[in-house]
């Protein structure tokens, strides 16, 4: 047991590193493209901080085991919006621009529809079995490709919230590449140490990918969020989620079925919804809570929105729920 444990734990850490190594680096280019804190977070960030979830799944992905590739993904985005956010908006309320309102946070909800339309091959078309296939792959990447294509314009539309690069390009570059191969050596400790300790335990990989994995990769999003959260750079903390789940569904899920085709699990169909419906809260909790603060905030700054401490804890709870329950479902008590 304690060999898994340490190779998840020295996986997580590296993963971590690796993600900030990365999101520093990229960053740092993007600023002296002329990139606005907003467009970071949607894109420069979002995919660094996603960069674990990617290296775990092309790990599990070509190792076969889809169940933690999944699981991994599903959890992730269920931990980003309901344990994330909700941790963030409670130590620092965010105030939300009404593009991500309005845009990013519905992008999100179509990709989780999406994907729940896309694994139910059973559910949808009848057929013995269902999967993520190559076909979906392409059809994933294909709205990834449609999403870059917004946030690139969001450059032209944006001229607030820009930072300096704080290095040189070529030390940008050289940080960016270390990033990347902390990165993998990181994914193939963490995936080895949660089927270890899911074959000791003698529980499901998808318990392990829903939980331990999922949270452990969505570290350098928690982190990020927070300190951003923190300096009042609610633009990349907000950002970085709604960029972050968009990413882990359109690109990351596409890149892993292209790689092999991912056998779905129906227990998961739970699970997913659970995206859904976290999605629309978030989306109901920021858009309808503290109307009249909405307003002034509205009046004030353009029309942002916040999400505030209350809110925030209605999110945390969610989340302890949400974990106790498929704990209880593993064990044997639930479907």
Known sequence: ?????????????????GADWLVSGASDLARTIGFSDLVIGLTVVAFGTSA???????????RG???IAIGNIVGSNI???????????????????????????????????????????SLVDGYPMSELGRGDGFALIAFFVIFMFYTFGLRRESREGHSA???SPLAAWAVLLLGIAVLAIGGHLTVEGATG?????????VLIGLTVVSVGTSLPELATSLVAGVRGKADIAVGNIA????FNIFWILGVSSLIKPL?????????LLVVILATLLLFFIIHNGGVHRRLLLWWRQGGDYILRRSEGAILLLSYVAYVGYIIWRDIGGGL
């Not at 304690?2 to 993963?15: C, R």
């Not at 309102?101 to 999406?114: D, M, N, Q, S, Y």
């Not at 056998?263 to 739970?270: I, R, V, Y």
């Open 1 to 17: 047991m304690l060999l898994p444990i340490l190779s998840i734990i020295l996986g997580f850490v590296l993963l971590i590193k």
């Open 52 to 62: 674990p979830e990617l290296i775990v799944n092309i790990v599990a992905s070509l």
């Open 65 to 67: 085991n889809t169940d």
């Open 79 to 121: 931990a980003n919006i309901l344990l994330i956010l909700g941790a963030v908006s409670i130590v620092s309320p965010l105030v939300v621009r009404r593009s991500t309102v309005l845009k990013e946070i519905p992008f999100g909800l179509l990709a989780a529809i999406l994907l729940f339309i896309m694994a139910n091959d």
């Open 165 to 167: 690069a704080q290095r």
């Open 197 to 205: 300790i899911a074959r000791l335990l003698g529980v499901t990989e």
């Open 243 to 246: 960029g972050s789940n968009i």
């Open 263 to 271: 056998p779905f699990a129906p227990a998961l169909n739970f699970d």
